[in-house]
DNA sequence: GGCAAACGGACGCGACTTGTCCATTTAAAT
DNA sequence: ATTTAAATGGACAAGTCGCGTCCGTTTGCC
């Protein structure tokens, strides 16, 4: 969507040594990013060489010679996401506000992760630096909200970080279906109860049985 | 674990007219019953046949021979939980405490949907009965602690459902390995964003990194 | 002991996935 | 415009996996 492909991009195209890539080589890296971040989205861990291929609009004898393998291109697909994960908390912390930059980051960091559904689960913990300047941005933030006694103080930030993976963005149980920002709503009664002070207005409308 | 298997294997052997089953039939329908369901919670919707044969000791043949098919004995499990489910609920309804009951459906409700996993979800809305019973009582649960003004009133009985379905049990993210009583204290935040006084005390400790 | 019921697991089949190969197309340089 | 090497696409080969059947063997039951 409006994600910075480009890192991700440049690092598949630099495979070789020094030789400018043609125009259309180019091209169809980058629909194969995009194609596969959707996909990923989508489908999880069930995404498929060809899958990625058909939906970037390639052939999947372009997706080999382009990305190489599956694992490479999913690889640098959960690196970019991370990488504007780590973003997100970073404007996060820059906010004066603890309690709003800490809210800020959680609902960033569901939609994001969710994107990537359990592809980085699939994958194991392969990228260990950038996901160690995540706990340490997390913690950070979680620190300050306590310290400025908007945050409960009988959990850890490790307590949180299993919180945030915890809520998922389910989209119909019993028959309901759920519109699109339910998974705001239960953020926000979640947030609630981490919060120190008293509960805070939901966001949208309870949802009413049978749309 | 603590399941009453009977309901499913009596309606699986019942599927000839009258005829009373050998011994080993029996038995064996027993076993992949509870095969089935401690497959289904461990692989969701990645279970197969022959896993659930080796896991309940019989050959394939005999899989085929006494279920019929995947989807039936997937669905006769399905039913059964959902009637543990609806049991529970029962239970809940019958506490004179609005807000423990309804806290006590909640952990219960969470601990047998995520045995199903997703199983529920590959095999649609199909048991639309069952179904109904459960939305019913968790109407009555939700309604009853609003009433009692110890939960929260903007919110509906359907953001509830899908507040509970929204609760999984990670047991792992970032590195960190969850206890298993994390999930508990995820929902005992949970609950608290959706209750009307002051917080309540968290099961376990908080998690430190590095188990 | 005898016999029908039940069993087990090898096997055939079809659906998928991965990755390669080569005839054809295309970007770009002259 | 011509040339040419890079790039493309999709049929295809090879391998994996799950489903469900079939049949020789075992076993519960009278």
Redesign the interface.
Known sequence: MMSTIERAVERLLDDGSGYLPRADARRNVERLVTAAREAAAELGDQVTAHEIARRAGVGVGTFYRRVGSLETLLHAVLDEVLGEITAKADEALADDDPWAGFTAFASAYIRLRNELCDINETLG?VL?DA?DG??DRIRRLVRRAQKAKVM?T???W??V???L??????DH????H?GEL??E??L???????RTPQ?S??PGR????QA
């Open positions: 913990d260990g996901r995540l706990r409960r009988d959990v850890s490790e307590d970080a299993f919180l993976v915890g809520v998922t963005r389910p149980t019993m028959g309901l759920a339910q998974w709503r239960n926000q009664i979640m947030l609630d109860g981490l509960p207005r939901l309870p949802l009413r049985a």
